[in-house]
Each structure stands twice: as C-alpha cells, then as structure tokens.
C-alpha cells in the first residue's frame, strides 16, 4: 500500500507561482510513474504532468511552458512547479503513482489551489 499526501496548494494571485508537492510512503517510489491531475469544479479530471521512472516528462498543452514536474526519489517525492497561474489552472490538484509492472494505482486526498486577485 502506498499512501500520498499533497501539500502546497493555496490561494495565489494571477500571474503567480506555487510549488506543489507528494510525498509517497513506501520504499518502492522508484518503481512508480508519478503525475499531477487537476479536477475543477463540474469538470472531469484531467492530466497536468507526468513523469517517468527514468525522469521523461510529459505535460498537458494547458500547462505547456508553465510549469516543470520532478522527482526526487531519494525523499519519495515528487513536485510541479507552476508559474504564471490564471484563474483557468483553479482546481483541486491530486497525485497519481502508477506502478510500472503491476500497474497499481494509487491516488492522494488532493489540494486546492486557488488563482485570484
């Protein structure tokens, strides 16, 4: 079992940045593909970032040139850095790890991050 827990989520002004982290449990994080989706409300939840056990990255056209999605399996984390944040990337952020063989899947509790003036 695999636990996640988000943190740095919050309320930001536009044009703002935040660092948003996951912590994963377990000693197995270097088996995992890790991404960020981001639900909003009344819409589906959609891919942010991923990243690959061997650190090749993936980011959604929405979020392309905005933001940077890295691991640091030494502390089990993994971490998105967004910059010039629009009241569009308002949503609840949640982790996702995906194990690479038995493709398991585990998801966080999810944190808000809010873009307003």
């Known amino acids: 079992q695999v636990q996640l827990v988000e943190s740095g989520g919050g309320l930001v002004q536009p044009g703002g940045s935040l660092r948003l982290s996951c912590a994963a449990s377990?000693?197995?994080?270097?088996?995992?593909?890790m991404a960020w989706y981001r639900q909003a409300p009344g819409k589906q939840r959609d891919v942010v970032a991923r990243?690959?056990?061997?650190?090749?990255?993936y980011y959604a056209d929405s979020m392309k040139g905005r933001c940077t999605i890295s691991r640091d399996n030494a502390k089990n984390t993994v971490y998105l850095q967004m910059n010039s944040l629009n009241s569009e990337d308002t949503a609840v952020y949640y982790c996702?790890?995906?194990?690479?063989?038995?493709?398991?899947?585990?998801w966080g509790q999810g944190t808000q991050v809010t873009v307003s003036s």
């Open positions: 996702h790890a995906l194990h690479i063989f038995t493709r398991q899947e585990y």
């Open positions: 990243i690959t056990t061997g650190g090749s990255t």
């Open positions: 377990g000693s197995t994080f270097g088996r995992f593909n």
